[in-house]
């Protein structure tokens, strides 16, 4: 097989970014063009998958096949997308808003379904396309659009919620931080069963706390602490909790059996392959004595 | 196969309180009795419980096809004074009810009904458990009857067989225990006995199982569904079956997912489908609009409850019509089929998926409960693949892509038709992303009045001219009638005894079974209701959705009537022949 470039990807791109300039999802929208291009995944074994949100239109500005469904239900679409075509691989593609707000059920049962999907999700604690609503990441006290005297609520803690629930991989990226992000998109890639892989990738528009520089001084890079494990579910909790989510690297990941595994029989080769439908004539007369 | 040695339609309930077995004692004796040859008709009724409540089990028995519960009862088993008083109004006179003889029976004043009182309870006791009073009560109906054990023995091996030969061998006894006790005690009413039939090979099953298994047939390898009464036993057929297939079952974590799920697996190229009921299918709206506007086939299959909101959860409606044909935001293309009897369920599935695909866009089959969970002799030919032939629509070929530069696949090309050939993901150079907004042909996001007015009208126009009038209607009688009686889903047994009684009784009537009701297949409906002077549509449901579609639709007002019922029970003939009568 020919090597497969990023251009490979950018090539095939007809829509123009609608992002705002230094936005966030940019660095990690590249990353996962470079590990789908470093891997030699050719872009027409690819699907993005996004909901609603200015992250959510990156199928369109990736370059592979994609999906850009609506509000919340991306891992639905996604789902349904790698249990018909097993071979293919599916990357979930949003935001906070989509995946923590509207989309959180989805999320969380899918993390104990460890079907082999990426999911990637930008997390800037603000709604952006819509100019600048809470966000279920949003701090305590935050003010915006929808909470001028400051957020009521505290923010949804998906690194640790996610542990909790039983997942098989989760990391954080920063988009400050790209060769790390790739590598992180490699890993979610590469890994059997749902990587959960949650970008600090700010609003450069809409949210004026969680900026590049604060993400850059405060976060932890696991990748410096030598001595931490990522195959121990309870220190992994442990050092999200210590740092209040502000670690990135990866932090947790075990091996275990993905969904398309664990199904009762489902065909080891992709569905999607299979156009001749036609039933044996045979079978359907055997069935119907199963109703004698 | 021998002759019929005489016409039988008799009537069996037993009734109880829910949790005391009464489901299994009904499907034993109905089992039985399709095995004896007879047309078996089941319906079930029950609440949203595990314990506790009335709940019977009909069993319509006939030498003749059956599609309906009967509007009588010709023999009560009761394990309760409640079983009997609710059921009063159906027995008819000069017949019996057998009781627990645990407890004193009182019928009022008036009402020519025996009572045999049996020691069930006792007697299953004796035989070691109190839950075998159902056996014993299969028992005492067979004596009554003129049955015999061999007429059973089948029927508790395959139920009880799992559980080892003792338990086989408990329930036969507990049977016999029933049967001897009836014997010594009363005499036989030889109902059933010496009957031979000429009933052609047939299966025993019901629309929801029909469903799950056209599905198969068609192709489908992934269902995708949240449990809901009364679709639930769509998945548990598909279960036994699928994965033979390589497909598989997921059950999603609610119905948004369900549908979701299935648009995914659509998009890549695989019969997906999804099973719910009208509280379900409120929150599968919005999977309504992305199928509409992404062109993504779906398959949606509602069976019918009693609403709004839980309503009466495990009674019969027809109320979602409205909402399965405007539901969901914006407008759409969709279609509507409506099966009306277990082997339409079956057939219908293959031209769901046809025409999901054929059209890309959403199909709904709506079924209710009464179709969905009666179990039902039909004859195996009138499961006979071969009804529908295979339509995959139209998708690009890999040769067709070779030379297509990356990026410019125009996946909602403006055709003729409205309908675009698709690529699925994985196909070289085929590669494009479906959006959920306004888009150009090559899928980008464009807003400009012009791209959206020509994609509307690409995406309506493609059912623009679908009439599906050579099969989606079926009429029994004259086309000239001074009554047509039209209806879609589980009333059509009812409809179609009125219509006999009515036909014989002289009058020029004709019965109609719509099979699909969006788009309304108007050239044959049109012609029908021009040739009759009165049209009763009978729907469950309040407003009459379907009568107001087709006024709304062809017209026709001054001549079309409603026979509407919406208290959770399906229609008896009776109550359709005394609106006809009014009419006429």
Redesign the interface.
């Known amino acids: 097989m020919a090597r497969v470039t990023v251009m490979d990807y950018k090539q095939s791109i007809v829509e123009p970014s609608t992002w705002c300039p230094g936005c966030g999802d940019f660095p990690a929208l590249a990353a996962l063009q470079r590990a789908c291009a470093g891997l030699g995944l050719s872009p027409d074994q690819v699907v993005v998958v996004g909901g609603i949100g200015c992250s959510s239109k990156a199928p369109s500005y990736f370059g592979a096949y994609g999906f850009h469904s609506v509000h919340g239900r991306a891992i639905p679409v996604a789902t349904g997308i790698k249990l018909a075509n097993r071979d293919l691989t599916v990357v979930v593609f949003g935001g906070d808003g989509d995946g923590y707000g509207i989309g959180l059920s989805h999320f969380l049962h899918t993390v104990r379904r460890n079907i082999d999907l990426v999911y990637m999700v930008m997390d800037n604690h603000i709604y952006g396309l819509t100019t600048g609503q809470a966000s279920p990441t949003s701090r305590k006290g935050m003010k915006t659009k929808t909470s001028p005297y400051g957020t009521a609520e505290y923010p949804v803690r998906p690194l640790e919620t996610a542990l909790a629930a039983g997942a098989s991989f989760v990391a954080q990226g920063f988009s400050g931080d790209v060769k790390q992000l790739t590598r992180l998109v490699e890993m979610a890639i590469k890994h059997r069963g749902f990587a959960y892989l949650n970008v600090l990738s700010p609003c450069v528009t809409f949210n004026r706390e969680d900026t590049y520089d604060f993400w850059r001084e405060n976060c932890v890079n696991l990748d410096d602490e030598p001595e931490y494990d990522p195959h121990d579910r309870t220190g992994a909790i442990r050092v999200v909790l210590q740092h209040e989510g502000l670690v990135r690297g990866l932090i947790y990941q075990e091996e275990r059996p993905s969904f398309e595994a664990e199904l009762p029989g489902l065909a080891k080769e992709p569905l999607a392959r299979q156009f001749d439908l036609s039933f044996p004539e045979q079978d359907w007369a055997r069935i119907l004595k199963d109703f004698a | 196969m021998s002759v019929v040695t005489r016409v039988i339609d008799f009537t069996w309930k037993v009734g109880g309180q829910q949790g005391e077995g009464i489901d299994s004692t009904g499907e034993i004796f109905a089992q039985a009795m399709h095995?004896r040859g007879f047309y078996v008709y089941a319906y079930r009724h029950f609440m949203s419980r595990i314990k506790g409540g009335h709940t019977h089990y009909k069993i319509r028995v006939r030498s003749g096809p059956v599609w309906h519960r009967g509007d009588q009862d010709d023999l009560l088993v009761a394990f309760d004074q409640e079983s009997i008083d609710y059921n009063l109004p159906q027995l008819r006179d000069g017949t019996a009810i057998v009781h627990d003889a645990a407890f004193v029976a009182r019928v009022p004043e008036g009402r020519e009904l025996e009572l045999m009182p049996v020691p069930m309870t006792r007697l299953a006791e004796e035989q070691g458990r109190s839950i075998m009073k159902n056996m014993v009560a299969v028992g005492v109906s067979a004596a009554m009857l003129g049955l015999e054990l061999a007429d059973f023995e089948t029927t508790i091996r395959d139920r009880f067989g799992d559980k080892g030969e003792q338990v086989v061998e408990a329930n036969r006894k507990a049977f016999m225990a029933g049967y001897d006790y009836y014997k010594t005690h009363f005499t036989p009413r030889q109902v059933l006995a010496d009957v031979v039939t000429d009933r052609p090979e047939s299966?025993?099953?019901s629309g929801n199982?029909a469903i799950a298994?056209g599905a198969?047939?068609?192709?489908c390898?992934?269902l995708?569904a949240y449990p809901i009464t009364p679709a639930t036993e769509i998945l548990y057929t598909a279960f036994?079956?699928?994965?033979?297939?390589?497909?598989?079952i997921?059950q999603?974590?609610?119905e948004?997912?369900?549908?979701?799920?299935?648009?995914?697996?659509?998009?890549?190229?695989?019969?997906?489908m999804t099973s719910t009921s009208g509280p379900g299918l409120s929150l599968m709206m919005?999977?309504l609009?992305?199928a509409g506007i992404?062109e993504v086939p779906l398959v949606i299959v509602d069976v019918q409850r009693a609403g709004p909101s839980t309503g009466l959860p495990t009674k019969t409606e027809q109320g979602d019509l409205n909402t399965i044909v405007y539901g969901s935001h914006g407008e759409s293309p969709r279609i509507v089929l409506a099966p009306s009897t277990v082997a339409d369920c079956f057939h219908v599935m293959g031209r769901a998926f046809n025409l999901a695909e054929h059209y890309q866009c959403p199909v709904i089959v709506v079924s209710d409960l009464a179709l969905g969970l009666s179990r039902q002799s039909v004859p195996?030919a009138d499961?006979a693949?071969g009804t529908w032939t295979?339509d995959?629509g139209l998708?690009v070929t890999d040769d067709e892509l070779k030379d297509v530069?990356?990026?410019?696949f125009a996946r909602y090309r403006l055709t003729e038709s409205g309908i675009s050939p698709r690529t699925?993901?994985?196909?070289?150079?085929?590669?494009?992303?479906?959006?959920?907004?306004e888009h150009s042909e090559?899928s980008?996001?464009e807003e400009s009045p012009e791209n959206r007015v020509r994609q509307m009208h690409k995406r309506m126009k493609k059912l623009h001219g679908l009439d599906l009038s050579d099969w989606a209607l079926e009429h029994h009688g004259p086309e000239r009638a001074d009554l047509l009686l039209v209806g879609y889903g589980s009333s059509y047994g009812p409809i179609a005894e009125v219509w006999r009684k009515l036909a014989d009784e002289g009058a020029r009537v004709g019965r109609l079974h719509l099979k699909a009701l969006w788009p309304l297949p108007e050239a044959g409906l049109a012609r029908y209701l021009e040739a009759s002077r009165h049209v009763l549509v009978v729907e469950s449901n309040y407003s009459g959705q379907v009568a107001n579609l087709i006024k709304l639709r062809l017209g026709f007002k001054d001549r079309i009537r409603s026979c509407l019922k919406f208290d959770g029970n399906p229609f008896t003939a009776n109550e359709i022949y005394r609106m006809a009568k009014e009419v006429v």
């Open positions: 095995r299966a025993y099953l199982d298994l198969l047939v068609a192709g390898r992934l995708f036994k079956y699928f994965p033979r297939y390589g497909g598989a997921v999603g974590e609610d948004m997912a369900a549908a979701f799920m299935a648009i995914g697996a659509g998009f890549a190229g695989v019969r997906a919005e999977s609009g992305l992404a195996v499961l693949t295979w995959r998708r530069t990356p990026g410019t699925v993901p994985g196909q070289p150079n085929g590669r494009f992303t479906s959006l959920s907004n090559i980008v996001e």
